[in-house]
């Protein structure tokens, strides 16, 4: 192959020369660069345009150079550096309002589960899907501060993230506190409530998707809670379920579905046919964990779930709940 002395553009901020083959493929280069500089970054073309990360498997390096210059485009974190550990640093999402009319096109998705289910992380993991955060970078988004979160999580909380190239309309993320078979019937009282109060005060009117969480090398899952949120909604929901499976050692083998499609349990009782119940399994340790290289199965796999989750999400339709209204009101 041919190799040329190329000066590598990284911004206004560094610029240095490495000789590279100009007839490898960006994904090559990518795995030489990062050997030579430690930050998160896109190839650029010779007009400066990002290059998409799922195209470096098919570019060479000569079609974008500039003369001998490439260009790197420095990922820019939003929000604020919150903390370092296992040597990643993580910065806190920004949250804004939406406007009116931007929450008529968000995709709105509820999460529910019992305690260390792993919702909390398989958000912060989603919203780095969303943001293409790759494994070889060291930056990585919290969708919130869990130090601060721990206070006051005992009511429902919704976490907007922006539109990107990956899906062109807001997500809304309605995060349920995790119900407690240990406390029992009071608190799943006060979640419903809360709930309710969630959906009167006009914040969210209607749902693309509730997720239910289960850990998946467990065989005895925990329904109770269910009931609980589906109690809100008209019958028409049970097309919008979703079963997420976390803590995935092996994601042909999942315990959990085993009971979750038990004849005898309560999704078997929704569906007509239990096998057909929509289920996606995850291992979002990847994202946490600066063991990159033993991690790069699992991000790929974790990576083609969340692609397949989002494109399924997004094909459900809404679930209105201005008609609920009143009922959710005056039931008792």
């Known amino acids: 192959m041919e190799s040329e002395k190329i000066e590598i553009n990284i911004g206004d901020e560094l610029k240095i020369s490495l000789i590279l083959e100009t007839n490898s493929l960006l994904s090559e280069i990518r795995k030489k660069l990062l050997d030579e500089i430690d930050i998160s970054f896109k190839f650029g073309d010779k007009y400066k345009t990002k290059i998409p990360k799922e195209k470096e498997s098919e570019i060479k390096l000569k079609d974008i150079l500039d003369g001998t210059n490439l260009y790197l485009i420095k990922r820019v974190m939003l929000g604020k550096k919150i903390e370092s550990r296992n040597e990643l640093d993580f910065y806190l999402y920004p949250q804004r309002k939406l406007t009116e009319e ?14 260390g289910s792993g919702k909390s992380t398989w958000l912060n993991s989603f919203l780095n899907y969303l943001q293409e955060i790759q494994l070889e970078e060291n930056d990585r988004y919290y969708l919130f501060d869990e130090k601060k979160l ?3 999580y005992n ?3 919704i976490y907007n993230i922006e539109p ?8 809304r993320l309605i995060d349920t506190p995790g119900f407690d078979s240990i406390r029992g019937l009071d608190d799943g009282k006060k979640m419903i409530e809360d709930i309710r109060n969630l959906f009167q005060n006009s914040e969210i009117e209607n ?6 969480f289960f850990i998946a090398n467990r065989r005895r899952v925990m ?3 269910i009931p609980i949120i589906l109690s809100l909604f008209k019958k028409e929901i049970i097309n919008n ?3 997420i499976c976390t803590f995935t050692d092996n994601f042909k083998d999942i315990p959990c579905l085993k009971e979750i499609k038990n004849k005898d349990g309560p999704f078997a009782q929704m569906f007509e046919d239990i096998n057909d119940i929509p289920y996606f399994a995850f291992d979002n340790s990847a994202y946490f964990n600066n063991d990159k290289e033993s991690m790069e199965k699992i991000y790929e796999n974790n990576t083609n779930n969340f692609r397949n989750f989002l494109l399924y999400a997004s094909s459900l339709n809404r679930v209105s709940l201005y008609k609920q209204k009143n009922l959710i009101k005056n039931d008792n």
């Open 102 to 115: 931007e929450k008529a096109s968000s995709l709105n998705i509820m999460v529910a589960g019992e305690p």
């Open 223 to 225: 329904y109770r809670y």
């Open 150 to 152: 721990l206070d006051f």
């Open 207 to 212: 749902v693309n998707a509730i997720c239910f």
């Open 155 to 157: 009511k429902p909380i």
């Open 241 to 243: 379920i979703i079963i």
């Open 164 to 171: 990107n190239k990956l899906i062109n309309k807001p997500i």
